[in-house]
């Protein structure tokens, strides 16, 4: 089902995000995950892409399998740098001719040692992914947002007239990048709406279970860490570290829910406990 039809129905979507596991071990992991989560029933789950194409068989071969053998409504992200128009071409019929009707278009990060050649092919930002997309008609697009401004950007203005230019392009929603002070998502809000940016902003939610995995990924996106969460968790266990993040984003859905927020989107990292204990919590609340 399309997202845009969704997002005109309800209220507050939920949806999960996961990647294309690496072997055999972590792919039962995932089966299980999603089987887990399922109970939720999630308005779409997510699949992630390599930028650069490293995992394009992958993600195509997991999104298909997470929508024929769990029967869950599914949005494939695809990557722009370093694909030719012809690459997206490709994968975008054959998600047309599997049903998959949801593109998550982002521009991607490839990998440090991509040869630079490589880097721009026949797009070189995320805006012409969804220009590109948008004419082979059919698809529900959401593009990524940056509460905290991406890291690269000139500014945090400048990186709001490109987002804006992705909505220009056609995109029908957003999801953020993940963030842990909710000021940032509010901020980012009162920003897209001067803007005149008026597609739903979905917020990223990613649990904090262990906090030099987490520092590794606020590193790469640039989300800040609150000084609070750093103090409740040095020195802790992974168990007590968990509990810390789990209640911390808890009572962070908790506050977007009551806020009004179009939907939530979990960054599960393939792993089911965190997310379900959040949910136990908040599911009552998330309007339908
Ligand atoms: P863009 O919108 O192209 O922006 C990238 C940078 O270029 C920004 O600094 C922006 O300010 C600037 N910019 C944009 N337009 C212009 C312009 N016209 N002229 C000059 N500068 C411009 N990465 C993956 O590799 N695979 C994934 O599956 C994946 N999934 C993600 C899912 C979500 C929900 C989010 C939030 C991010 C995801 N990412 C993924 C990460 C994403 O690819 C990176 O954050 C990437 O660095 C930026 O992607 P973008 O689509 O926002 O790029």
New binding site residues.
Partial sequence: MNISDMLKEKRTLLSF?FFPPKDLESESVLDETVSKLRRFDPDFVSV????GGGTREKTIDWTLRIKNEHQLNVMM?L?CIASSSGDINDIVNKLKEEDIRNI??????PPRDFPEDRKKMDFT???QLVEYIRDLNGFTVG????PEG????PSID??MD??K??VDAGADFI???LFFDNNYLYDFMDRAAAARIEKPIIP?IMPIVNISQIRKFTQM?GATIPERIVKKMEGRTIEEMTDVGVQYATEQCLELLSFGVKGL?FYTLNRNQATERILDEIAGEIKV
């Fill in positions: 995000e992630t892409y390599g930028a992200h990557t998550l278009a982002l521009r991607g990060d930002n995320a805006y593009v990524a947002g940056h991406h890291m690269e950007a400048r990186d490109y987002l230019m992705k999801i953020t990048q990223g996106c989107h």
